[in-house]
């Protein structure tokens, strides 16, 4: 079955750190870039992160750049966002996505 399952959300107070992670089953995930994408509660769903097949190239949103990092493990199948620095403006669920293949997210709450 091809899906993706993310974990690792959570409540957290500004400036403090989680990682996410997104598991890939039933396809071949090493061939694919991927994303991290979010979705605030009222908003559009925006894109957050962007990951080459081999890791070679990452691509951010400007609102994340320099807090939050994706990275990939290629044998583990799994993607993550580490994310350092968070701000109540981060507070969404947190979806990875290649393709039309969508998880079904987790939340991340950002608030003292």
């Known amino acids: 079955q091809v899906q993706l399952v993310e974990s690792g959300g959570g409540l957290v107070q500004p400036g403090g750190s989680l990682k996410l992670s997104c598991a890939a089953e039933?396809?071949?995930?090493?061939?694919?870039?991927m994303n991290w994408y979010r979705q605030a509660p009222g908003k559009e769903r925006e894109w957050v992160a962007n990951?080459?097949?081999?890791?070679?190239?990452?691509y951010y949103r400007d609102s994340v750049k320099d807090r939050f990092a994706i990275s990939r493990d290629n044998f583990l199948n799994t993607l993550y966002l580490q994310m350092n620095d968070l701000k109540p403006e981060d507070t969404a669920v947190y979806y990875c996505n290649t393709l039309n293949i969508w998880g079904r997210g987790t939340q991340v709450t950002v608030s003292s």
């Open positions: 039933g396809f071949a995930f090493r061939n694919f870039p």
């Open positions: 990951i080459t097949e081999t890791s070679r190239w990452m």
